[in-house]
């Protein structure tokens, strides 16, 4: 990974367009600011559209508690990202196309939280997705940006189909695709699709948010440039898993399935995810791990169904957006001044970045948990809410680890840049301008205010909890909660934190040694995709022999088994009838002759008398049975045929028969089965009683409506006119490409 | 009666189909017509068989007191067997063309859109 080349000097100054996807933002967020009175009033707002009736598909927003928070949170922190790339990426090639991408990944997001109806949260769920893998592959001139881009969109995408499957099911089961109406159902907890349900909505959201086993792709995704990082990858789309979550937990939650999948996918994620974290030393890297162990803990908390559990995680939620946002931008501006990422090179920088390192402070010490921060709010929450977990000791001792790393990285993130001595960045570090300080300043800003004001963050958590989770009340966020068990583990998470971080350099010795000898995921990612790939290859060379033959055998061979097989499935009663008058049999076995003349290897002018034959016997019949129009037409077609085949001959070799014995006895199996297949079909179609009201209908019209007594020549140039048409048009065209085909002069052709 | 002709079919689209399967693009034509033959007349069998009452109406549209032969089968046979003429007409064509191009029939060893692996 290297650092972006552009830099603030050398591109020339973005214009006010850039600015409108900032403002778009502003003004989304200024919009849903005036929907807070009325939802934390416990009015959710609701509007809604018919998108496609036919299929109780409608399209219906809904802002509701949990609605809120996540659209205050993409929308505000939209604006500042937004505000802080017009600087970060100015001057480079593609600097409109990435507001193009931004803006629609905001509108996308924006959209998924506030869908109220299934199919709409899956369309705008992929729409996510897909803006997220332009998004990560937006350096595409980097092999592994677009590796990147494309594994993070196979997975997701892949969890996008399992939660459409699962979307459908709970329509199925729920009678509705109105998140509204199945929330206020009595849930799904009882039906019997709950386990199929469950699975693929989790299959879902676990990919989405990146949980074990899904984690591999979110570190990889850092590959686009910072403020996507900052952006989706840590505050917002990467959410829209634990949001789903928090959606359905009333209608799917509650459940020893439910509780024992989130609990472990959680637990095993966040503490994976910590220790990753300590090893990296690319402060980007770093924060990518703990942005893991961040939706590892929300889902860990949104497996309980206690006030406590549910409180937490809500709470964590918004906690975890604000000081990991403001982080990714603080390393931007780190990367952006300095040009590296790279901790081991870094040190020193308060002295001229003052405003960064006052940022990187204040964001730091609320991912560490320290008071006044809320920060440490949410980390008490945590502990108050594990006690509400099962198996809670387990539970307690994954998330004191989980915090206690947290807070080593903290340290190694917002404290070892900007303190000790100097480092060895690449170039003379300079101190970030106003629009990249505005992100990370406000938003470590509001974690000291929330930490100061709870009461401020409070009705939304209460309208989240209460009102979309379905819980009598919510846990209250204090910042002094007196000495209870919370606090212990507190102070012990910073007494474990600063002993990691002082020993970090030691662990991350051990860490790599022992986790270098496991199999990693990303190169099992490789190998699942070059078995794919290698599986396609071989099913195409199977299949897709390039032999026309063997085309043509698979399909009569498929013709056969769906005829025959219908056949013998339905068993309908044939009724063989040969009573038929000589002649018929004379006129038949005449064909029959005919047929066999044309199988004749040897003579090619055999074949032409033996075809002729079968024509006009087919002719013959169509007399006797009361065809003459076809029949006249038939020995028209068939003398015509017969005079082009006879010219062809002129100019096309003989006929050698180059099949083998074996080959000739496989055809002859295929053609008999076929021939047989046809006419057990056509005798099952005669023993079924026929319906003649189309027949009658011409009977009847044909001179009432058209005034002819050729009902045939009535219904060719009349009722059906059109097709009559139709078919001159394909006559005319086939002269017409026959004539071209032969006209083309031989020469340009290949040799 | 319509057995007979149920028979005639499967018999034809056998021969049809072996000949289809000859990897000769000349033979495979013979399949085709032979084909087109077979399916008309199972069309011809499947509206049933009446002997010698083509489906012509009286003077002033009066309908004939016996039952006539079924005109929608017909009807769909002209079409069909026109239809295969076009078809066949061109497919001669190509066949002769293809012949100009390549100096033989063999229907597998036209591979000019999708050469064969190792042979470009």
Redesign the interface.
Known sequence: MTAPTMSKDAGERPGFASLIPALLAAALFAALSCAVPPVLGGTPLRWSYDWIPSLGIGLVFAIDGLSLIFSLLISGIGALVMLYARSYMAGHPHFARFFWFLTAFMLSMLGLVLAADLIAIFVFWELTSITSYLLIGFGHDKAEARRSALQAMLVTAAGGLALLAGFVLMGTASGSYDLTQILAGEGLQGHALYMPILVLVLLGAFTKSAQFPFHFWLPNAMSAPTPVSAYLHSATMVKAGVYLLARLHPALGDTAAWTGTLTAAGLVTAVIASIFALRQTDLKQALAYTTLMALGTITLFLAGSSPYALTAAISFLIVHSLYKAALFLVVGAIDHGTGTRDVALLGGLRRVMPVTALAAALAGASMAGLPPMIGWIGKELLYAGSATLAPSVLVMVGVLAANALMFAVAGMVALRPFWGPEGKPPHEPHEAGWQMLAGPLVLGLLGLIFGLGAGLVQPFVDAAVTGSLGQPRAAGLHLWAGINLPFFLSLATFALGTLIYLARERLRGGISATLDRLPGFDPGWDKLLDGFRAFAGWQARIIQT????QY??AT?VVLALTLGGTLIVTRPVLV??????LL??VI?GF??AG??L??N?HS?IA?IGG?GT??IG?AL??I???????AT??LM?ET??AV??GI?ML???G?????TGAQQMR??V???A??????????A??SHP?D?H??AY???S???LA?G????NV??VDF?AF??FG?LT??F???I???A??K?R?GR??K | METVVALLSGLLTAAAVWLMLSGNLLRFLFGLLLLSNAVNLAIFAAGRLTEGAPPLLGADGALPGHEMANSLPQALLLTAIVIGFGLFAFALGLTIRAYRSFGHLEIDRMRLAEPEEGEK
């Open positions: 390039g032999r026309l033959t043509l055998a009569f063989p009838d040969t009573s038929a008058p018929v049999w038949a064909t029959v047929a066999a044309a199988l290897p090619r074949n075809i079968v024509g087919v019949i169509f006797i049975f009361g065809a003459p129009d076809v037409t038939q077609v015509l045929s082009l085949f062809a100019r096309l070799p006929i050698i028969e180059r099949r055809h002859a295929i053609a008999g076929v021939g047989l297949c046809m006419t057990l079909t056509v005798l179609i005669v026929l003649r189309i027949t011409f009977e009847e044909s001179y009432a005034h007594l050729n009902i045939v219904i060719l059906r097709d009559t078919e394909v006559v065209l086939a002269s490409g026959a004539y085909v032969l083309r031989a052709a290949r």
